[in-house]
């Protein structure tokens, strides 16, 4: 049942939600009015209208002002227009909390007004409102207190505030998606989380001089903002405060920051240039990533630390210049930036982040001397990268450094090397070692799937234990001739590999060449080296065979499994009649046991 009700307030005090639910139910017989109400008059004389009172009342199309002297006006018709207009009510000072939250109904002619008394709209007051399509608080000639999400998810196009406001609260305008013409009132000083969040705040926006916090968010995904301008003043910035804003090209940073926001920037494709803030010490977590139209960077003097990511996914940066300042930079750094030309790493830098250099494009990269360990991931796809030197001091190669380097076809790796981790080297075809290393550390090459040739030209005299195992495609390894010593497995199931040159000294591990192909274990027996293994090397050599190619099996064993495979089949067959109904079950198992046998009997 639609309910048409007049409130009887004759102090028009306040409006208050217990009280209009019993005078509804008195009247109604039904106290759950949120479904029901329609239109209201209330006292035009009314100062509050306390929380929630109308939330939810998603059918409230119209709130009237009425006259309690004229008593003719309390009638079940509507008298008054459809629309609501919150500027006849003159005596209005507070909205609070809640108090049109969802009243997705509600009809304003010319957006919301209000009467220059009105002093305070609280929070989410006219959230979810779908009628409002402006704000207009010009006539206000002084400070209004606004409520977080007070005007969030409505249908606002528009917005005129007077420059007495000092504070936009968070989610003011949230959520608003054709919300484009508003101009943030001169005497602003903060705004708040996710203001203008999702909005169509366009063109050029000028932060006024007063404001000095600007909140996360805050014109997060404006999609049509294409320049902001900061002021000195600003010593606040949110989490992400520009992110998302695709059309943004160019932003002023002229505030007095020590450091740019997480996120700042995240996201703007469009942004192709902006000016650091002066006295900048720290660039924050992911603050330009996927910013895809920076070209050139250069990072001003001053600067101590780069945080994780802060310019990941800068597709088409060439140029950066990094200051003699830099102490630290964080992973993910630089990875994606597919165009990054080779920069000087400044002598500050005590050591490499994980996945910084990932998927860039550069050819050559020459690492500071006071660099002791290259990380996880740090160089990894890195197609291009042709050239790297590695100084003296490198003690480690961690997990992956140069998987995917496809170019990197000769490194010079120091003597200093102690660890290498798996899968370094993982993607390369084609590999020469130089430099003065004398030792391949245990599982250097280890799984290393796509490497074929490798040629030793480094003075190296121990192979380590595993040091090209499972390398199934290397077929061809170019030895040292001052090669002392081959690890226990060091080349283990490498497959493909029929011909090795061995130094007539060098002594072998146990199982050095263990499930390699029978053509190579024949070629090193034919080698003086093979005799000058103990008796259990060579034994073990040519004992842990196992060609490629099909070998007989051993036929005695064959023949003892291929008769226990005919007694288990004749028991089954017994069982299947002795006993009917599980006749299925034990076929499938007859079936199962039989393909047992015969995958056994194959390998």
């Not at 006292?43 to 009237?64: A, H, P, S």
């Not at 089949?569 to 199962?592: E, H, K, M, R, T």
Request: aromatic share 8%; with cysteine.
């Amino acid at each position: 049942m639609a309910i048409h009700f007049i409130l009887d307030d004759i102090s028009g005090s306040h409006v208050n939600k217990n009280e209009l639910k019993k005078a509804i139910g008195d009247i109604y017989g039904n106290r759950d009015y949120k479904n029901s109400l329609e239109t209201i008059e209330i006292n035009e004389e009314t100062r509050v209208i306390r929380y929630d009172v109308f939330k939810d009342c998603i059918n409230l199309t119209t709130l009237i002002p009425y006259n309690h002297l004229n008593r003719f006006t309390l009638k079940k018709e509507n008298p008054h227009s459809e629309y609501t207009d919150f500027s006849e009510f003159k005596e209005l000072e507070r909205i609070e909390d809640s108090a049109f939250e969802g009243c997705s109904k509600l009809k304003f002619l010319w957006g919301v007004r209000f009467h220059d008394k009105l002093e305070e709209i609280g929070r989410h007051a006219f959230s979810g409102c779908k009628g409002i399509t402006g704000v207009f608080l010009d006539n206000i000639k002084h400070d209004i207190a606004l409520g977080d999400g007070a005007f969030r998810d409505c249908n606002i196009q528009s917005a005129n505030f007077p420059d007495t406001i000092t504070n936009l609260p968070s989610e003011l305008f949230s959520g608003n998606p054709d919300f484009e013409k508003f101009e943030i009132p001169k005497s602003v000083i903060t705004i708040g989380d996710e203001v203008f969040y999702e909005t169509k705040m366009s063109g050029r926006i000028l932060i006024p001089q007063a404001t000095t916090s600007i909140g996360r968010e805050a014109f997060g995904k404006c999609t049509k903002l294409e320049s902001i301008t900061l002021p000195s003043g600003i010593s606040s910035l949110g989490k992400g405060c520009f992110k998302g804003c695709t059309s943004l090209r160019e932003a002023n940073l002229s505030f007095q920051m020590k450091s740019i926001p997480d996120e700042l920037f995240s996201g703007c494709k469009s942004l192709e240039h902006f000016t650091w803030p002066s006295n900048l010490k720290v660039i924050g977590k992911n603050a330009f990533r996927d910013c895809t139209s920076l070209t050139e960077i250069e990072i001003p003097e001053g600067v101590e630390e780069l945080k994780s990511g802060c310019f990941e996914g800068c597709s088409k940066l060439t140029t950066v210049k990094l200051p003699s300042t830099i102490k630290k930079i964080a992973l993910f750094c630089f990875a994606g930036c597919k165009k990054l030309q080779p920069f000087v790493f400044p002598k500050g830098i005590g050591m490499l982040p994980e996945n910084c250099y990932s998927s860039c494009s550069f050819t050559h990269i020459d690492l500071p001397e006071n660099i002791t360990v290259i990380p996880k991931n740090c160089f990894r796809n890195c197609g291009n990268l042709q050239e790297i030197t590695l100084h003296g001091n490198i003690t480690a190669i961690h997990t992956k450094a140069f998987d995917g380097c496809n170019s990197l076809n000769n490194i010079a790796l120091p003597s200093s090397l102690e660890k290498v981790e798996e899968g370094v080297f993982r993607g390369m075809t084609t590999l020469t070692i130089t430099g003065n290393i004398t030792n391949l550390v245990n599982g250097m090459f280890t799984n290393c799937s796509t490497l074929r040739s490798v040629k030793l030209l480094a003075p190296i005299t121990v192979i380590g234990d595993e040091a090209f195992k499972d390398c199934e495609l290397l077929s061809e390894i170019a030895l040292p001739a001052g090669l002392k010593n081959v690890g226990e497995h060091a080349f283990e199931n490498c497959k493909s590999l029929l011909q090795i040159a061995l130094p007539d000294d060098v002594i072998l591990g146990n199982q050095a060449f263990f499930y390699c192909d029978k053509q190579l274990i024949e070629n090193i027996k034919q080698q003086p080296a093979f005799g000058k293994q103990p008796l259990v090397i060579q034994k073990e050599l040519g004992g842990s065979f196992k060609s490629k190619h099909k070998e007989g099996i051993n036929t005695g064993k064959s023949i003892i499994y291929f008769l226990i495979g005919l007694a288990a089949v004749g028991l089954i067959g017994g069982l299947i009649q002795a006993i009917p109904f599980l006749s299925n079950l034990l076929l499938i198992g007859a079936i199962l046991l039989a393909f047992i046998i015969y995958k056994y009997l194959k390998n």
